[in-house]
Structure formats: structure tokens, C-alpha cells
């Protein structure tokens, strides 16, 4: 029995004792008394029913009948017709008492169910946002993935048409600038030739990255290992830039299923952005830690966080378009390449910034479940 109940029950136990302790002590020649008294029994019983519905009124409403007959019997006893009117106030009681919790009963009836019937509209309107949302992500990776496929037409084109004649085109200039000693105008020239051929090499490379498949079979991949791996390949560009690189790992033991090459690969476009993006005297932290999905899936989160330039609003939904950048050289593909590595491994890639505060971009990949 819960605390609210019991003490309703003493509630109205305590009222009815109350009022009839009144009939009793009062003496008879008071009736008007008596006939105040009389009526507040339509208190506990309206209360009983509105509190516990039909059940609760007609019990009080009994209880009130059984409390009330014996003043009437031993000391209005000889007083027909006063005797009569009480009688008649008995069953006025118990009418009001079923009548009241009834009306109580259907309406806390009819309570509860548009209770259920608001619960009901609000998962549905939940699902109905879900699904609204789900319908959006599926229309952005359409439109994503036929930007995919027409760029992956034009890497296939590109690769059969320039990647062969940059390769003829680069040792040939190899060849010629033999012929010359640094210093001479025509050695920078052909240097300069060379320098810009390996630049639209990196690009065709990078358009191949875009439409090339992710490889089908995936191994145990350590991800303090590559992420070590990474830092170490970036140390001297970090130090030259005057940056501090800090890796910092709470999930030393993480494995992921993947390809190291790709996940390396995805790691260092990361961090070389967020290089490029900091200066002098910046940091760039590289963290590791473990959480769970509501699916109570593990998943690797690592964060990248510079004290860079930041990204302003109009900016950032444009960062992982293909093509689009703010570099002078730059291709535009990096982000869109990490992207499509993160998601291929069923992870995620999600960016936090502000303008003069940094960026942080965080990356979340599922926990290789070993027994």
C-alpha cells in the first residue's frame, strides 16, 4: 500500500470519527446542530470517491451508514418521523457515494487513456522526426555518392590519360637537368618542371583514392600503434612549424578491424590539416579514449584538438565537398578521402569549431569484439 493511500485512509477515518463523536456528544434538543453535523458526512464521502472512485465512495459511504445508525436507533429511537429522515439521509449517503465514484472512476478512466493516446502522438512523432532525419542523411549520401561516382569516372580517365605521360614527362626532365648545375636558370626551370609534376601526380592519386573501393578483407589494427606511427612521420614537420604534438592515449589496447594503410592514411590528412591550420608557438593533442553506443557497442573515439585558426559557420558545411578548399594548392579531396575511409570502417567523423578558438575533429570507430 503506498504512503498516500495509508494516509488518505487515516484521513477520512479521523473526519468520520470526528463528526460522529459530534452526533454523539451533542445533546439532542441542539438540532439544528445535529442537522449541520448530519450533512458534513457528504465530506469523507465525496473525498473517498473522488480519491479511490466507486470502491472508495461506497466503503466510506458504508462506513458512515454503520457510524450513524446507532445514534439514530438509541437516541433518536421513538421519533418516527425524525427517525425516518435519518434513515432517508442513510441512503442519500450511499447514492452519493456510488454516484460520485463512478463519475470519479470514469474520468480517471478517461484520464488514463488520453494519457496513453499523448505517450502514443509523442513516440510517434519521435519516430516521425527519426525517420525524417533518416530520410535527410539517406538524401546526403546520395548526393555524395553520385558525386563519387562521377569523380570515380574521372579518375579512371585521368589516371589512363596523364598519370602514363607524367611518368615520361618527369624522367625525361630528370634526364635533362643532369646536364646542368644547380644555380643555372635552366636546372630551377627544369626543377620547377619537375616540382609541378609531382604536384598533378598527387592529384591524380588523390582522385583515385576518391573512387578506388576500400579493400574487402580487413585485419586487427592497434590504434595507439598507427596513431604513433603518424606522429612520428609528422615530428619534424611539427617541430619546423613550431608546433607542440602531443599523443595522449587512455585506450592503449584499443583494437579496431580495418586496413592499417587506410586508417594511417586517414589519421595523417587529419594531422597535417591541423598543422597547416596552427601557428607558431600552437599545440595539436592527440587523445584517445573508450564509451559505448546506446547499442552498448564499444567504440574507439580519438580526438584532434589545435589551437589553429578555426572554422568559421558558412565554411563548415562545405569542408567535406570534393574539390572545395581554402589552400592555394590544394586539391579539396583530403577531408572527403578521410571521411569516406572513417565511414568504410563503420565509424564516424564529426568537427567542433569556432574562429580564433581551434578545431577539434573527432573520430569514432567500433571496438574489435574479441573473446
Not at 344 to 352: A, R
Amino acid at each position: 500500500m503506498k504512503k498516500q493511500t495509508i494516509i488518505r485512509v487515516l484521513l477520512l477515518t479521523l473526519f468520520i470519527t470526528a463528526i460522529s463523536m459530534l452526533h454523539y456528544l451533542t445533546p439532542l434538543h441542539l438540532h439544528y446542530l445535529h442537522d449541520i453535523f448530519q450533512r458534513l458526512y457528504y465530506l469523507p464521502i465525496i473525498l473517498s470517491a473522488i480519491w479511490f472512485g466507486l470502491r472508495g465512495g461506497l466503503a466510506c459511504s458504508l462506513a458512515v451508514s454503520i457510524v450513524y445508525a446507532p445514534h439514530i436507533l438509541f437516541q433518536w429511537g421513538g421519533h418516527m418521523t425524525l427517525e425516518l429522515e435519518k434513515y432517508l439521509e442513510i441512503v442519500l449517503y450511499n447514492v452519493v457515494g456510488g454516484v460520485t465514484g463512478l463519475l470519479a472512476q470514469r474520468e480517471r478512466e478517461r484520464s488514463v487513456e488520453l494519457q496513453k493516446t499523448a505517450d502514443g502522438l509523442e513516440i510517434s512523432y519521435k519516430k516521425l522526426q527519426e525517420q525524417s532525419e533518416q530520410i535527410l542523411t539517406i538524401e546526403e549520401n546520395l548526393r555524395r555518392a553520385e558525386k563519387l561516382s562521377t569523380l570515380g569516372e574521372m579518375a579512371a580517365v585521368l589516371a589512363h590519360e596523364i598519370r602514363n605521360p607524367l611518368g615520361s614527362i618527369r624522367g625525361t626532365a630528370e634526364i635533362l637537368r643532369d646536364d646542368y648545375k644547380p644555380g643555372d636558370p635552366k636546372y630551377e626551370f627544369i626543377d620547377i618542371q619537375i616540382r609541378e609534376t609531382e604536384r598533378l601526380n598527387r592529384v591524380v592519386e588523390d582522385f583515385l583514392r576518391m573512387a578506388r573501393p576500400l579493400p574487402t578483407e580487413m585485419v586487427r589494427c592497434r590504434i595507439q600503434s598507427e596513431l604513433e606511427t603518424v606522429v612520428q612521420l609528422v615530428a619534424n614537420d611539427a617541430r619546423e612549424r613550431r608546433v607542440s604534438l602531443t599523443l595522449e592515449s587512455s585506450a592503449v589496447d584499443t583494437v579496431v578491424k580495418g586496413d592499417s594503410d587506410k586508417l594511417r592514411q586517414a589519421f595523417l590528412n587529419i594531422v597535417i590539416n591541423s598543422l597547416q591550420a596552427t601557428s607558431e608557438d600552437g599545440r595539436l593533442t592527440i587523445t584517445t579514449s573508450l564509451s559505448r553506443t546506446e547499442d552498448a557497442v564499444g567504440m574507439c573515439e580519438i580526438r584532434f584538438c589545435d589551437t589553429g585558426t578555426g572554422i568559421d559557420a558558412a565554411t563548415m558545411p562545405k569542408i567535406f565537398e570534393p574539390f572545395y578548399t581554402t589552400k592555394s594548392d590544394g586539391t579539396g579531396l583530403g577531408l572527403a578521402i578521410t571521411r569516406k575511409i572513417i565511414e568504410g570502417h563503420g565509424g564516424t567523423l564529426h568537427v567542433e569549431s569556432a574562429v580564433g578558438q581551434g578545431t577539434t575533429i573527432v573520430v569514432k570507430l567500433p571496438v574489435l569484439q574479441e573473446r
